[in-house]
């Protein structure tokens, strides 16, 4: 049987974190893709079972850090040296030397803000509207003691009875239907 | 749940057979080098010079670098006696066979004390007339230092350095003795008395690593330091502090990683150790360029003539290139590396960035070093007896580590008798 329209998917509630790794893991191994686990904190292993260790939250922190570096620096080379060329105890006006502590500051200001920033926007940030939230399982569980797995109907895989058999079969406290 | 999946320690907690190996290599590693060493002394005397000169500095770098590896690790066993954490008991043992070899530290040391009038300054007015006879330094330098000399005589002279040396000393041996014999015997005591000897090593480990900033300070200024005796720098203790701690984590990291090919580290070595000494490293590679910046920047703004002549001595004339390389290879280069999370938690890779640090702080000690002689001040310059500053400084490493992996025999290389061992041998995953 497809999904009917307007079903996000299934929603399996699990007791420990144990048997949410283990779901989550055979559930890759199966092939699933379009899928996500949610629980009160974070779990390594549940990213590693769903092969999504990687994200672009260095990188971004990498690059605002390099910005932020070259923004100050630069900015003072044009304060010192174009802007007020100032005679400061007979020095060069490019002292570099001096430069280099706000210009450090900035490095690591600007790559906070861009690792903090960074994940919000990675994360899709502020979403005003998740469909989980129609479980109401979920939201009474989700962030105090319960762990998640959704399969979503948009995997090609899905099929609500089969999949929802095949849920069954990972031990869950429950399986819902998530409607949009 | 998966507490259950705990693994088991194997029977021989020995180190295992290829420490042997190890020992084994160093020896020809250091026979090696001091045949190369013996011969560009030959051609430095060919060439007209005193092959003493260069023998004796670079002695002086290998003692720097031995003494930090001896007695950083030693400061660090108490760190982690006070701070805790499982990296530290997978560290321990290591740690404690690197504060054994203060004896050959010592004796290391012997030879700088017996060399004294040929270093410095102070212990002999003739390097000062011999300087300024072949025009290294002028009349003005030779005021500057003779005011230097007689200003700090109470301080700088033979006496007060043998006796000063000697004290520091003392107390390493002391702090290394107990901390030593005590872990032994912790270990035969009952598990229930642990609480006990927690208590007495962190009380004995507290005051420990002041007495350590205060008597490696002392040693820093005496040994390296009043080589120039018209400079001063209050940081400059610290600095070697910082520089033995890069270097101490740097070689337990090798040491872990590679004993970890054989048991019992094969079972005790985890990912997550792995990468909490690569963090910790990497907060040293910060700190190390903080207080050496910091204290450029504050000679720099000062630009006072009794400070500045320290760094042109060690800037102008060639020397800049040094500066340059070694702010790329003790900081650029292993800051960058160890930012990537995949390399501090690899092995191949995280031994290698190790080593290459190790080379590093070698390479610093020899910008810090062979500018204060004032035929090398502001005037790099090739000699056959430059080059024995790699030579001598390898084959007296070599020799430590040969002793050091003698010092890693003696011992189980896992403190059976911790609380804490429990949670090493848990899975990497806690979960599933």
Redesign the interface.
């Given at each position: 049987m497809p999904a009917r329209e307007g079903t996000y998917g299934l929603l399996a509630e699990f007791d420990t974190p144990g048997d949410l790794v283990r779901a989550a893991r055979r559930a890759h191994e199966d092939g699933w893709r379009r899928m996500d686990c949610f629980s009160p904190y974070p779990i390594e292993e549940v990213a590693e079972a769903m092969e999504c260790t990687r994200n672009r939250v260095p990188l971004v922190t990498l690059v605002g850090g390099l910005l932020g570096c070259a923004a100050m620096f630069s900015f003072e080379t044009w304060v010192s040296v174009i802007a007020y060329p100032l005679n400061i105890a007979g020095r060069p006006t490019y002292s570099w030397p001096a430069f280099i502590v706000p210009a450090y500051e900035w490095t690591i200001l600007w790559a906070g803000l861009s690792a903090a920033f960074g994940l919000m926007a990675l994360c899709k940030f502020p979403s005003l509207y998740h469909p989980l939230f129609n479980a109401p399982n979920f939201r009474k569980g989700a962030t105090v003691d319960k762990f998640f797995l959704c399969l979503e109907a948009l995997d090609p895989r899905f099929d609500l009875e089969g999949t929802r058999a095949y849920l069954e079969t990972m031990g869950p406290l429950s399986v819902v239907e998530v409607p949009y | 749940?998966?507490h259950g999946f705990q693994k088991t320690l194997p029977a021989d907690l020995g180190a295992p057979p290829f420490v042997e190996v190890w020992k084994k290599r160093a020896y020809m590693v250091c026979g090696v080098f001091l045949v190369i060493a013996a011969i560009l002394a030959i051609l430095d005397y060919a060439a007209g010079q005193n092959p003493w000169d260069h023998v004796l500095r670079a002695w002086l770098l290998g003692v720097m670098v031995t003494f930090g590896f001896s007695v950083g690790g030693l400061a660090l066993l108490m760190v982690q006696y006070c701070s805790g954490g499982k990296w530290g008991l997978l560290l321990r043992r290591p740690l404690e066979a690197m504060s054994r070899t203060l004896p050959l530290v010592f004796l290391y040391w012997i030879v700088i004390a017996l060399a004294m009038p040929k270093l410095y300054m102070w212990a002999n007015h003739g390097l000062v007339d011999r300087a300024f006879r072949l025009g290294q330094i002028t009349s003005w330098q030779v005021e500057a230092i003779d005011h230097a000399i007689n200003f700090k005589r109470p301080m700088l002279n033979p006496t007060m350095f043998v006796a000063v040396s000697g004290m520091c000393f003392a107390i390493w041996w002391l702090y290394m003795w107990k901390l030593n014999s005590w872990a032994m015997q912790r270990e035969a005591d009952s598990p229930q008395s642990t609480p006990y000897w927690i208590r007495k090593f962190e009380n004995w480990s507290g005051p420990g690593i002041v007495v350590y900033s205060v008597t490696m300070t002392a040693a820093a200024i005496y040994w390296v330091m009043s080589l120039d005796p018209t400079w001063f720098s209050t940081v400059y203790g610290l600095l070697f502090l910082v520089g033995q701690g890069y270097a101490v984590l740097a070689l337990s990291i090798i040491t872990a990683i590679s004993l970890s090919k054989g048991e019992p580290f094969k079972t005790i070595l985890r990912q997550t150790e792995q990468h909490d000494l690569g963090k910790l490293t990497f907060a040293f590679v910060m700190l190390n360029i903080y207080l050496a910046?910091g204290q450029?920047?504050i000679i720099?703004?000062g630009?006072l003539p009794e400070e500045i002549n320290w760094y042109l001595d060690r800037i102008r004339g060639h020397w800049g290139i040094i500066i340059t390389l070694d702010f790329i290879f003790h900081w650029v280069i292993p800051f960058t590396l160890l930012?990537s999370?995949d390399i501090k938690r690899n092995k191949k890779r995280l031994t290698r960035v190790c080593q290459f640090m190790i080379f590093a702080v070698a390479f610093n000690q020899f910008w810090l070093i062979e500018p204060n002689f004032k035929d090398a001040a502001r005037n790099l310059h090739f000699s056959w007896g430059i080059l024995e500053y790699a030579a001598v400084p390898t084959a007296m490493i070599a020799f430590w580590v040969a002793y050091f992996c003698l010092q890693l025999r003696r011992r189980p290389l896992v403190q059976v008798n911790d609380p804490h061992l429990k949670e090493i041998l848990e899975p990497e995953?806690?979960?599933?």
């Open positions: - | 749940m998966a910046f450029f920047l720099w703004s630009n930012l999370r995953h806690a979960h599933a």
